[in-house]
């Protein structure tokens, strides 16, 4: 397949890979980690768990997230951005599997760790590839990032779909959440039969450009220069963690109907896909966090809403303004990058934020459950959340861009 990458606008080859490509996030993020919010209800009441080991599940997903996302430049190296892509996504369906299979605490932390690695580097790789989408046109590269971490909302649409109908189907059989278990890591394994094709269907790139780190002598990102951002990254992975992990635990406590909760999961997922296009503008203008910051800010307030009133509109204006800017949170950090190294240097810095999103996703479901645990339940979890982001945002602010050289 020939496709060109100079036009100032992505042409449809171009746009189809990318679609292709957000199966990555879709896998990664949206079916692997978020579709567990669905589960976690079902499932603590089944085997009688706290919040805080409920978000400990979570939390194990994040500890294996950031080691997969340490390991994930040297297996790029080793093997290649496509390959990883591709196994990984295989070993993310085969470990959702496998949480059907059990039902010990350690067991499932186990698997939830497992699933983690795989995600990393299934979600490093897809980034990075959607990076290089978008190298012909600074006009256009918003747009493809967005895209493919937009498809972290196809993930978390079809889990929606699928998760409710499979309990409901199993809700007679012991430990019916296994089933569902099974059904997502189905879905999970198709798509990475798209993903696959994507990576097949790649173009091919100037040699001197071809692998991640390829310049073995490539000096090393500085940290302190992203130190800003990084600091207020690491929060936003605390906050939006929490939301993600309880907040469908909280409307089932407020006495919504599973028809509700498909709705409002279905509505976060496809504003997440639409995000893609509402701030693809705001990534391509600004070299330094203040698009980091502008959504963290968003994504506090959107965190709050349910808590501040249980009516079914807030909570569904709740999950589409989240849906609709968290994970351009994670764009904005990807542009942030291309704005401000060389392509040589992408997956370097890619790795960082990664990395350090996972520590903030490591302490947030643990730390929110522990709080939820306590005297105000799940909605102080919550405000929890909410004052993490606007922490991040505060210190994303500060960031500013690198010089042209860095």
């Known amino acids: 397949m020939s496709t060109t990458l100079t036009s100032a606008a ?17 896998v990664s993020l949206g079916i692997t980690r978020f579709a567990y919010g669905l589960l976690l209800p079902p499932m603590r009441e089944d085997l009688g768990w706290s919040y805080a080991l409920a978000g400990g599940m979570n939390t194990a ?29 295989v070993l993310a369906s085969v470990f959702m599997a496998g949480s059907g299979f059990v039902t010990a605490a350690p067991a499932l932390l186990l698997q939830r760790l497992l699933a983690g690695v795989a995600s990393a580097w299934v979600f490093v790789a897809g980034g990075l590839l959607a990076a290089r989408l978008g190298e012909g046109g600074a006009s256009r590269s918003g747009l493809l990032l967005g895209i493919y971490y937009g ?54 790139r100037p040699a001197q450009a071809a692998q991640p780190a390829a310049a073995a002598g490539t000096p090393p990102v500085a940290l302190r220069r992203f130190g800003w951002a990084l600091a207020g990254y690491a929060l936003f992975g605390m906050g939006y963690i929490g939301y993600m992990t ?22 976060l997922g496809i504003a997440c896909v639409a995000s893609s296009r509402l701030w693809a503008g705001l990534l391509d203008r600004y070299r330094g966090g203040q698009p980091q910051a502008l959504l963290d800010g968003l994504l506090g307030v959107a965190t709050l809403l349910p808590v501040l009133s249980p009516s079914a509109p807030v909570a569904l204006v709740s999950g589409v303004l989240f849906g609709g800017v968290f994970l351009s949170v994670v764009a904005s950090t990807t542009a942030l ?12 810095g890619i790795s960082m934020f990664t990395i350090v999103f996972a520590l903030g996703q490591i302490v947030g ?24 982001l606007w922490l991040g945002a505060a210190l994303a602010w500060r960031q500013r861009p690198l010089q042209a050289s860095a």
């Open 10 to 26: 992505p042409s449809q080859p171009v746009l189809r890979l990318a679609f292709a490509l957000s199966m990555g996030a879709a």
């Open 61 to 89: 997903n994040a500890v294996g997230y950031l080691i997969g996302a340490l390991i994930t430049p040297a297996l790029m190296r080793r093997f290649g951005v496509t390959r990883l892509l591709v196994w990984g996504a």
């Open 151 to 204: 498809g972290t909302g196809f993930g978390i649409t079809l889990s929606a779909l699928l998760v409710p109908q499979v309990l409901r189907l199993a809700a007679d059989v012991p430990h019916g959440w296994a089933w569902a278990w099974w059904a997502l890591a189905v879905a999970s394994a198709a798509a990475t039969l798209l993903l696959a094709w994507a990576g097949r269907a790649m173009p091919e």
């Open 246 to 267: 309880f907040v469908i635990a909280l409307l089932r406590e407020q006495d919504a109907s599973a028809g509700f909760v498909t709705l409002f999961y279905a509505l």
């Open 337 to 348: 990058v291309r704005h401000n190294l060389p392509p040589a240097r992408w997956a370097q």
């Open 365 to 388: 479901p643990t730390v929110t459950g522990w709080i939820s645990d306590g005297a105000g339940g799940l909605a102080r979890g919550l405000v929890a959340s909410a004052i993490a």
